[in-house]
Structures are given as C-alpha cells and as structure tokens.
T-cell receptor, first 111, second 112 residues
Framework: GQQVMQIPQYQHVQEGEDFTTYCNSS?????IQWYKQRPGGHPVFLIQ?????EVKKQKRLTFQFGEAKKNSSLHITATQTTDVGTYFC???????????FGQGTELSVKP | ETGVTQTPRHLVMGMTNKKSLKCEQH?????MYWYKQSAKKPLELMFV???????ENNSVPSRFSPECPNSSHLFLHLHTLQPEDSALYLC???????????FGQGTRLTVV
C-alpha cells in the first residue's frame, strides 16, 4: 500500500538552531498533513497541504509540498524548548478513506 | 480538549481477560479510526470506519475486534491479548477519511 517515509528519525538541536524533517513517497500524494505529538500526549493536527509547490507558514514553522507532490518538509526556525516532540507527516488515501502516517521525527531541544 | 474522548486512560489486563476500549466523538465526523502506537514506533493504522461501515482492517489479529454502533461511538474489544500488544491505543475521527484527524488522549494498555 501507499507509504510515506520520514527522515530523520531523531534530531537533537541546540535551542535557537533550525530544524527540518522530510517526508517522501514513491507515488503522487493527493494531500499531506503534519501533526505534532508532545511527549506523553497525542498527535495534534498542524496543517494540510494539497497543491503542488504549496508553501504555508505558521509563525516559525514553514511547510512545503513538492512540485511533484511526492515529498514535503517541515522547517522550524530558531527552535525553542516548546518545540520538543515528535512530528509526523500523514497522507489521506481516498480508497478506504484512511490516513497513513510516516514514522515520525523526534525532536529534542537542548536549552 | 479535542472533542474525542477515550476511556479508560489506563488499562492493565491479564492475557485471559476480556476488556473493551471506548471512543466517543460529537464533532459530527463520519470517519473514525483505531491506531496502535508502540514505544519508539510509528502510528500503526488498525481499523477504519466510514459512515459506520468498516473500510479498512490492516491485517489486525482477531483478538482485536472493533465495533461501531453509530457514527459517534467506536469500541475496540480485546480478548486473549499477548504482552506484545501492550501499547498506546489511539482513537481518531475526521470529517471524512482524508481530512484533518482529531485524536483522543489514548488508552495506555499493559498486558501482563
């Protein structure tokens, strides 16, 4: 079935450094979603991208959807300790009406 | 508060026990999901219900049995589980199968 591969699995940064996680698929995606899961918490929706080449920003977070709609990235500028958590990409599959998640990138931020 | 409520939050059960997990949403969503999240592992999709009909069973062992009596409620019935089934079980709902999902806080299950 359709899968999304996410890298890196872990990222440790110093507070103030930037962070990027990547999501890739071998097939064209109809949409990509990003979620954040804080330690001990549940995934929380951040954003959805549907258009080729789409870029959206939320404060220090920048989300991109590739031109071929096969990859996406989440970039955080000047990380803060509140950014700690696992970031997941996910894609909605029309057949079966389901959401498939990537493996997640666990971000730790050293103050 | 996401609008999706899961009970219980924690559950410890023996391998011969039968228990049920409950999920409830009053967001008017038409799709509901069960995911399993093990330590250091991604979210594994287990079951999908669209308009109360099961549209996905992701090769889940029969010791897990889902039930969706109406569009607001989803259950996961558990029986004769194994220790490796210990995990966080997350319920989610969305307006339709491919849109933004709202997750419950999960049930932390320990099988002893």
């Amino acid at each position: 079935g359709q899968q999304v591969m996410q890298i890196p699995q872990y990222q440790h940064v110093q507070e103030g450094e930037d962070f990027t996680t990547y999501c890739n698929s071998s097939t064209t995606l109809s949409n990509i979603q990003w979620y954040k899961q804080r330690p001990g918490g549940h995934p929380v929706f951040l954003i959805q991208l549907v258009k080729s080449g789409e870029v959206k920003k939320q404060k220090r977070l920048t989300f991109q959807f590739g031109e071929a709609k096969k990859n996406s990235s989440l970039h955080i500028t000047a990380t803060q300790t509140t950014d700690v958590g696992t970031y997941f990409c996910a894609t909605g599959i029309d057949q079966g009406g389901k959401l498939i998640f990537g493996q997640g990138t666990e971000l730790s931020v050293k103050p | 508060e996401t609008g999706v409520t899961q009970t219980p939050r924690h559950l410890v059960m023996g391998m011969t026990n039968k228990k049920s997990l409950k999920c409830e949403q009053h967001l008017g969503h038409n799709a509901m999901y069960w995911y399993k999240q093990s330590a250091k592992k991604p979210l594994e999709l287990m079951f999908v219900y669209n308009f109360k009909e099961q549209t996905e069973n992701n090769s889940v062992p029969s010791r897990f049995s889902p039930e969706c009596p109406n569009s607001s409620h989803l259950f996961l019935h558990l029986h004769t589980l194994q220790p490796e089934d210990s995990a966080l079980y997350l319920c989610a709902s969305s307006r339709q199968g491919t849109t933004e999902a709202f997750f419950g806080q999960g049930t932390r299950l320990t099988v002893v």
